[in-house]
């Protein structure tokens, strides 16, 4: 990234989109990094819709729905995080926490499979202080028949066996509420 690139992204802390615009610009780096697919911009542009609309706060009824997801994985015998690029470029560290506290382990699972993404996921998780990561052995992955996308490809010891799938998918993936 040359030095007038990096200027653009330097966003006043007092902009009214300050975060949003933020996110915005890692979901950007991700995608230069083989972090997130192309269309993971426009995944977190349609959950950022949603956002406006909701006046960018998060209301009660999503904040019940987390609480209940929470309760289930902890309750699960074998819960599993499921993580795509978005949600390793935005919020690694906080995927960690939450599986760290739930006792839960990540999983890398793809709808956009490229040459490389895998292994930068890989990276930026493991940065954060990811171990133990699920997903990352092409040659062991096995596949849900009932699934015609390529989620259908998991790891046979993490979404193959779960009980619970924490799917945080990238419409506006944000633990940190």
């Not at 950022?48 to 987390?66: H, P, Q, R, V």
């Not at 924490?166 to 506006?172: A, N």
Request: proline content about 4%; hydrophobic content about 40%; charged content about 25%.
């Amino acid at each position: 990234m040359n030095s007038n690139e990096n200027q653009d992204h330097k966003v006043p802390k007092d902009h009214p989109r300050y975060q949003s615009l933020n996110y915005r610009r890692k979901i950007i780096e991700g995608m230069r990094n083989l972090i997130t697919a192309e269309a993971g911009l426009i995944a977190h542009g349609r959950g950022e819709s949603f956002d406006y609309i909701l006046g960018e706060k998060t209301n009660s009824i999503a904040k019940n729905a987390i609480k209940a997801a929470v309760a289930l994985l902890l309750l699960a015998k074998k819960p599993v995080i499921s993580v795509n690029g978005n949600t390793a470029a935005l919020c690694p560290k906080y995927l960690i926490e939450l599986s760290n506290a739930v006792n839960a382990p990540i999983e890398i699972n793809l709808f956009y499979r490229k040459e490389g993404r895998i292994g930068a996921i890989k990276k930026v998780l493991e940065n954060a202080g990811a171990s133990n990561l699920l997903g990352i052995d092409e040659e062991k992955m096995v596949e849900i028949k009932e699934l015609s996308s390529n989620r259908r490809i998991v790891d046979p010891n993490g979404i193959y066996l779960a009980d619970v799938v924490l799917i945080p998918l990238e419409d506006y993936a944000h633990f940190g509420i």
